[in-house]
């Protein structure tokens, strides 16, 4: 940990301290030190030829229903070979400590819940679990199959449970993030570029409350000018040094 970088991830573990409910906000840089290909990464070889919307749309799916289940069975096969990292570990290791931490997450990895996170606020879906697409209920299928499987309850076609281009963020997801923005003393933001709506106004949403906002990014983003506690590296190296600068002794497990 470079010395000129620990003052400030003291002063985020202050804040953490005196704050009654902290919000975390992630997005796939997070993910990213895990090896989590981004969407457009993972799109080589074969899917390389296709547009994103041609992958995760609904009118994709409602067009060519076997091809975009093909692509998420692909992705789910890359997800199921990454295990969650550091970065991950320590935030699940946080919720234990402090009195009320939120965390809303815009991943569909699911690898929050594999370190052990309780009650995530996923705002664009799970990849590893499915919905029907006529009904939106969540189902229960074997889902390593080539062609989608049917809805077991009205044999319409089951799809990933995310969030594709043209659909809406859903509700208690949102509701769940406001309420958590607008009532935090404390907000962090790891590993976003902070830029895809509406994911992007929750830290405005908790600064116009007055909450502090934190940034954990290796790269400047559209909130950086403006955050209180700016810390520019990868966040698997800064969770565990806030964990360990907030308990003063921290052992991943
Ligand atoms: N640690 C922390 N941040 C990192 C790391 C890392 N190791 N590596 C990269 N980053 C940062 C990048 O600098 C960038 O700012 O993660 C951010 C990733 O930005 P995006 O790719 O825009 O991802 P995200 O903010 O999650 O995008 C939101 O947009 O593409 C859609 O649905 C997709 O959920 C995604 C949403």
């Not at 319409?156 to 406001?178: H, L, Q, S």
Request: charged fraction near 25%.
């Amino acid at each position: 940990m470079p010395s000129q970088r620990k003052p400030m991830i003291d002063a985020l573990a202050n804040a953490m301290r005196a704050a009654r409910t902290v919000t975390v906000l992630t997005g796939s840089g997070l993910s990213a030190d895990s090896g989590v290909p981004t969407f457009r990464d993972a799109q080589e070889g074969l899917w390389a030829r296709y547009r994103a919307e041609d992958l995760a749309s609904p009118e994709a799916f409602e067009r060519d229903p076997d091809t975009v289940w093909q692509w998420y069975r692909a992705r789910r096969q890359q997800i199921a070979g990454v295990e969650p990292n550091a970065g991950h570990w320590a935030l699940a290791a946080l919720q234990d400590q402090l009195p009320d931490l939120r965390l809303v997450t815009q991943n569909v990895d699911g690898l929050h819940q594999r370190a052990g996170h309780r009650d995530v606020i996923e705002f664009h879906g799970n990849l590893l679990s499915n919905r029907c697409h006529r009904e939106r209920r969540i189902v229960q299928v074997d889902d390593a199959t080539d062609l989608p499987p049917p809805c077991p309850h009205c044999d319409g076609p089951v799809r990933p449970n995310v969030v594709w281009f043209g659909e809406a963020i859903p509700e208690e997801a949102i509701a769940a993030a406001t309420t958590a923005a607008r009532q935090s003393d404390l907000f962090v933001a790891v590993g976003t570029s902070a830029v895809v709506q509406p994911a992007a106004g929750l830290a405005d949403l908790a600064r116009g409350h007055g909450a502090r906002v934190g940034e954990i990014n290796p790269e400047e983003t559209a909130l950086s000018a403006s955050v209180d506690f700016g810390i520019r590296a990868r966040a698997a190296e800064v969770l565990p040094a806030l964990v360990e600068a907030l308990l003063g002794h921290y052992t991943p497990d």
